[in-house]
């Protein structure tokens, strides 16, 4: 396979036959980690021989998702259709185990407990943490743990003490400030409770011994703003890597997931350009150019690095497991019980507490409860109840209105973050506030550290989305456009024209054939942006279709700008990669909008944006020049059209 670390932990060859007594056959097995489910990284598990062989017992582990099982997801790629063996037909016992981020408790892999006290043998805790790609992955660590038994104790207790062995796999991931991609980054200052998600990322592979990170492009080749930007395809650069890796105090990095396009000379060139980077690094720091901290390679099929596996830490180094009695940096376990559960799966079921008071709920519980392991749904109203269920539950998620009975929503949130100890500081909390709450409102949800801030009219999909991803820990890839600065008086303007679900006229179809024409694209729209809707003036391509809900809406950004508002990628834009209409029918991947504009209901001598001419495709692409000032003709033909409204 061309991604997870595939072997683990294999059993040793059957012993031989001793007094004709027939020994147990000899299990073999392992452990496989899938970053994600991405085919270039999945397509080796069809061929890897032994999931085949009943001999042998695998676990494997990969994101889960929020609507398949990773069992599901693997299995599709061994369709009918595309190969001609089933994921079932494996003939090894083949446990599939789906992952969230969990950086602190993770999970276990274990060999089997020694009795030689002189001979421990080995615990791997393995730790995961969400990446910044086009889908859902993982990053992993793993720290290695020695596991000593007790001779006092006649071998019913051992203890695990961490040793200085670690190693993290990071592929398939691109800094969230893209403009790191060129260097600039700043370690966290540990004064500050918080930090950005860069710093959160380097935190996760802090001092470990191997960093394995993906560093395809060159910051040359990444180019933000470019014809030819890798922006946005989910792969970091050599710059940003190798000073990461050096603010992260790794002793060794390996450059890996390398552009299959380069020849050997050009990753010759490569290496030493990273190795370069990290001598600059060293004299910027005040160090020795001739004793550089970090080693840098590139990662090579066949190559070997071997770490000595007894190097112990400091005696006070803190243990690992809140749950076990602890002396000295070692935790005492009892050899007869399960020591490596999946820590990073809750089995338990998750609870998301929704504080409505103006908010209808029952949409949204409805979509909740409807889901595969549906979290348990509590509805309240008043400050007080809301508080003692918070107190006594730790709900995973909590939503609410800014309005409540006894207090506002921030108020409460105020209370959760200061007064609930760690829970109350890490909780994900989301409040729908009313539109007339502006810039204030925004600072404050800010400085309470909330999840998100859903000011205006929402649809119930949006919000079931933001409390899945919320659940699962994810960054959610579809932003609501937030309101026009005059959104009242645009509103007005709108409703003034008299176009609001009125019967189609040739007079805009006429203008939408066309430009569905001339752009050789499947969809063609006039679309007007109402309080909570988007509503069809004119529809080429979506049949049936009249309209969507405004947060669903490209055009409710594209309004808010003067001029073209042009997506070439929707997957690789982080205000609609999530969006339904992107993942679901019509499958939107190019889209292109003209603001429409109206004079307006209060001063005619303004204008106000009432929606778009908008096409639509469902493949990338983008608009020359000359074809973004034609879709501007056409525009422009549409406003005249309603200038011949309003002298009728």
Same mark, same amino acid.
């Given at each position: 396979?061309?991604?997870?670390?595939?072997?683990?932990?294999?059993?040793?060859?059957?012993?031989?036959?001793?007094?004709?007594?027939?020994?147990?056959?000899?299990?073999?097995?392992?452990?496989?980690?899938?970053?994600?489910?991405?085919?270039?990284?999945?397509?080796?598990?069809?061929?890897?021989?032994?999931?085949?062989?009943?001999?042998?017992?695998?676990?494997?582990?990969?994101?889960?998702?929020?609507?398949?099982?990773?069992?599901?997801?693997?299995?599709?790629?061994?369709?009918?259709?595309?190969?001609?063996?089933?994921?079932?037909?494996?003939?090894?016992?083949?446990?599939?185990?789906?992952?969230?981020?969990?950086?602190?408790?993770?999970?276990?892999?274990?060999?089997?407990?020694?009795?030689?006290?002189?001979?421990?043998?080995?615990?791997?805790?393995?730790?995961?943490?969400? $990446?910044?790609?086009?889908?859902?992955? =993982?990053?992993? @660590? &793993? #720290? +290695?743990?020695?596991?000593?038994?007790?001779? %006092?104790?006649?071998?019913?207790?051992?203890?695990?003490?961490?040793?200085?062995?670690?190693?993290?796999?990071?592929?398939?991931?691109?800094?969230?400030?893209?403009?790191?991609?060129?260097?600039?980054?700043?370690?966290?200052?540990?004064?500050?409770?918080?930090?950005?998600?860069?710093?959160?990322?380097?935190?996760?592979?802090?001092?470990?011994?191997?960093?394995?990170?993906?560093?395809?492009?060159?910051?040359?080749?990444?180019?933000?703003?470019?014809?030819?930007?890798?922006?946005?395809?989910?792969?970091?650069?050599?710059?940003?890597?190798?000073?990461?890796?050096?603010?992260?105090?790794?002793?060794?990095?390996?450059?890996?997931?390398?552009?299959?396009?380069?020849?050997?000379?050009?990753?010759?060139? $490569?290496?030493?350009?990273?190795?370069? =980077?990290?001598? @600059? &690094? #060293? +004299?910027?720091?005040?160090?020795?150019?001739? %004793?550089?901290?970090?080693?840098?390679?590139?990662?090579?099929?066949?190559?070997?690095?071997?770490?000595?596996?007894?190097?112990?830490?400091?005696?006070?180094?803190?243990?690992?497991?809140?749950?076990?009695?602890?002396?000295?940096?070692?935790?005492?376990?009892?050899?007869?019980?399960?020591?490596?559960?999946?820590?990073?799966?809750?089995?338990?079921?998750?609870?998301?507490?929704?504080?409505?008071?103006?908010?209808?709920?029952?949409?949204?519980?409805?979509?909740?409860?409807?889901?595969?392991?549906?979290?348990?749904?509590?509805?309240?109203?008043?400050?007080?109840?809301?508080?003692?269920?918070?107190?006594?539950?730790?709900?995973?998620?909590?939503?609410?209105?800014?309005?409540?009975?006894?207090?506002?929503?921030?108020?409460?949130?105020?209370?959760?973050?200061?007064?609930?100890? +760690?829970?109350?500081?890490?909780?994900?909390?989301?409040?729908?506030?009313?539109?007339?709450?502006?810039?204030?409102?925004?600072?404050?949800?800010?400085?309470?550290?909330?999840?998100?801030?859903?000011?205006?009219?929402?649809?119930?999909?949006?919000?079931?989305?933001?409390?899945?991803?919320?659940?699962?820990?994810?960054?959610?890839?579809?932003?609501?456009?937030?309101?026009?600065?005059?959104?009242?008086?645009?509103?007005?303007?709108?409703?003034?024209?008299?176009?609001?679900?009125?019967?189609?006229?040739?007079?805009?179809?006429?203008?939408?054939?066309?430009?569905?024409?001339?752009?050789?694209?499947?969809?063609?729209?006039?679309?007007?942006?109402?309080?909570?809707?988007?509503?069809?003036?004119?529809?080429?391509?979506?049949?049936?279709?009249?309209?969507?809900?405004?947060?669903?809406?490209?055009?409710?950004?594209?309004?808010?700008?003067?001029?073209?508002?042009?997506?070439?990628?929707?997957?690789?834009?982080?205000?609609?990669?999530?969006?339904?209409?992107?993942?679901?029918?019509?499958?939107?991947?190019?889209?292109?909008?003209?603001?429409?504009?109206?004079?307006?209901?209060?001063?005619?001598?303004?204008?106000?944006?009432?929606?778009?001419?908008?096409?639509?495709?469902?493949?990338?692409?983008?608009?020359?020049?000359?074809?973004?000032?034609?879709?501007?003709?056409?525009?422009?033909?549409?406003?005249?059209?309603?200038?011949?409204?309003?002298?009728?």
């Amino acid at each position: 396979m061309s991604d997870g670390l595939d072997e683990v932990k294999v059993g040793e060859k059957e012993e031989p036959k001793r007094n004709n007594v027939k020994p147990t056959p000899q299990k073999f097995g392992g452990t496989i980690l899938l970053t994600h489910t991405h085919w270039d990284h999945i397509q080796g598990l069809p061929f890897f021989v032994p999931l085949y062989l009943p001999q042998f017992e695998w676990t494997i582990y990969g994101p889960r998702g929020i609507a398949k099982s990773l069992q599901e997801i693997l299995s599709g790629q061994m369709q009918h259709d595309y190969f001609p063996v089933r994921l079932g037909d494996m003939a090894s016992k083949t446990k599939y185990q789906g992952l969230c981020e969990d950086m602190e408790k993770g999970f276990w892999l274990d060999n089997d407990s020694s009795t030689d006290c002189d001979h421990p043998t080995s615990s791997i805790k393995v730790t995961s943490k969400y $990446l910044n790609h086009s889908v859902l992955t =993982l990053g992993y @660590k &793993l #720290e +290695e743990f020695a596991q000593i038994p007790l001779p %006092s104790s006649s071998n019913q207790l051992f203890r695990r003490k961490k040793r200085g062995v670690s190693m993290a796999y990071i592929t398939d991931h691109e800094p969230f400030d893209h403009a790191l991609a060129n260097g600039g980054f700043t370690p966290r200052d540990p004064r500050k409770p918080n930090c950005t998600a860069d710093q959160y990322h380097v935190q996760f592979f802090e001092d470990v011994d191997i960093l394995v990170h993906d560093c395809q492009y060159l910051f040359s080749e990444y180019a933000p703003g470019s014809p030819t930007s890798k922006e946005y395809w989910g792969h970091s650069t050599v710059e940003y890597v190798v000073e990461v890796a050096f603010h992260a105090n790794v002793k060794q990095l390996l450059l890996f997931h390398h552009d299959p396009q380069r020849s050997d000379d050009q990753m010759d060139d $490569l290496l030493i350009y990273a190795r370069e =980077l990290a001598v @600059k &690094l #060293e +004299e910027k720091c005040g160090g020795d150019k001739e %004793s550089v901290r970090l080693k840098v390679d590139a990662a090579k099929e066949g190559d070997t690095y071997d770490l000595d596996p007894y190097v112990f830490l400091d005696e006070n180094d803190v243990s690992i497991d809140g749950d076990v009695s602890e002396s000295n940096g070692e935790s005492i376990h009892h050899a007869n019980d399960d020591v490596s559960p999946p820590r990073s799966v809750n089995t338990g079921q998750q609870c998301v507490l929704l504080g409505f008071y103006e908010s209808a709920s029952g949409p949204i519980r409805d979509m909740l409860e409807s889901t595969d392991n549906s979290p348990k749904v509590e509805v309240l109203q008043s400050r007080d109840e809301l508080l003692h269920f918070a107190e006594q539950n730790h709900p995973s998620v909590i939503v609410l209105d800014n309005v409540l009975f006894g207090c506002t929503g921030f108020e409460f949130c105020k209370v959760i973050r200061t007064e609930m100890g +760690e829970w109350g500081k890490n909780v994900p909390m989301l409040v729908i506030a009313c539109p007339g709450e502006g810039q204030r409102a925004r600072l404050t949800a800010e400085r309470l550290n909330l999840d998100d801030f859903i000011q205006g009219p929402y649809s119930p999909s949006y919000l079931f989305t933001r409390i899945q991803v919320s659940l699962l820990r994810m960054p959610l890839r579809w932003r609501r456009a937030p309101l026009a600065e005059n959104e009242s008086e645009r509103l007005a303007t709108l409703q003034s024209t008299g176009l609001l679900d009125s019967l189609p006229e040739e007079r805009f179809d006429r203008i939408t054939r066309l430009a569905k024409a001339m752009f050789k694209v499947p969809i063609s729209l006039v679309s007007l942006v109402d309080e909570d809707r988007q509503w069809f003036k004119s529809n080429q391509g979506l049949a049936g279709a009249t309209e969507t809900p405004r947060d669903y809406a490209f055009c409710s950004h594209a309004i808010l700008t003067d001029e073209i508002m042009v997506v070439p990628d929707a997957l690789q834009d982080e205000r609609f990669a999530d969006n339904p209409l992107v993942e679901g029918s019509p499958n939107i991947r190019f889209y292109a909008g003209c603001p429409i504009k109206a004079p307006s209901c209060e001063d005619g001598s303004n204008k106000m944006p009432i929606g778009t001419l908008c096409v639509i495709d469902s493949k990338p692409r983008d608009l020359s020049e000359d074809e973004r000032r034609a879709l501007k003709d056409f525009g422009a033909m549409i406003e005249q059209e309603l200038e011949v409204s309003n002298d009728r």
